[in-house]
């Protein structure tokens, strides 16, 4: 495989899932580490990614907090957004996880609906912020960087007492079988706690995630009650997820 064919297949990964890892990616190209390590140096020298301990994160993820052109699949992310705002009710207790599908989704909130909106994302909190009739919760804890979210034992404690409407949160990776995955075990947690604390789960997913999966289980797709894709709801990639009793939009 030609480098450039590598490196574009390298910015595919990071750009769909936010973050990936030097060791998964040298796994499914059958090449060591080092070669992608020097990959990873070239792009963020490039300015087409940011280099970070062990992998490496897309720049419209760690630029979430103001709008710019280097969000993944941006029109997609709208759709799911505008099909989001319309679960959102006056007068509701909500959560709202980080990542730019969830921050395209916060820009959407009419600014005469009152909320009260609890979340564990800086960029989602600074934005609602912006929102007259929102009062907003930072769930506090140790900041993840890369994230920029609040993950241990101290998110998840305030979590734990807490009982929202509805959780709108994001994933890496979605699979009708294996669920919700992601390859951060602290992330992990966290969602898992989230979704202890809400009564009805949102997912909000782009469609090129379907169907994949990674080391460490958030939930199974039961679990959630919602999943919000760009996809019109018949479409047949769906139809796996429709036998769970989910409801599509």
Known sequence: MLKEERQQ??????????RILLTDIAESLDVSIDTIRRDVKELDAENKLKKVHGGAISLGFTNSNSRNTNIYALDEKVVIAQKAVTLLKDGAVIFIDGGTTCLELVRLIPDNLK????TISLPVAMELSHKPNVTVISIGGQISKEAQISIGANAIHNLSEIRVDYSFIGTGYVDAVYGLTEFDWDIVQVKKAVIKAAKKTVLLSIS??????????????????TMITELDPSDRMLEVFRNHDIRIL
């Open 9 to 18: 297949i390298l910015l595919n990964e990071v750009e769909l899932h936010n």
């Open 115 to 118: 909320l009260t909106c609890f």
């Open 208 to 225: 090129e995630k379907l169907n994949s999966q990674h080391r460490y289980k958030t939930c199974d797709i039961n679990t959630i009650n």
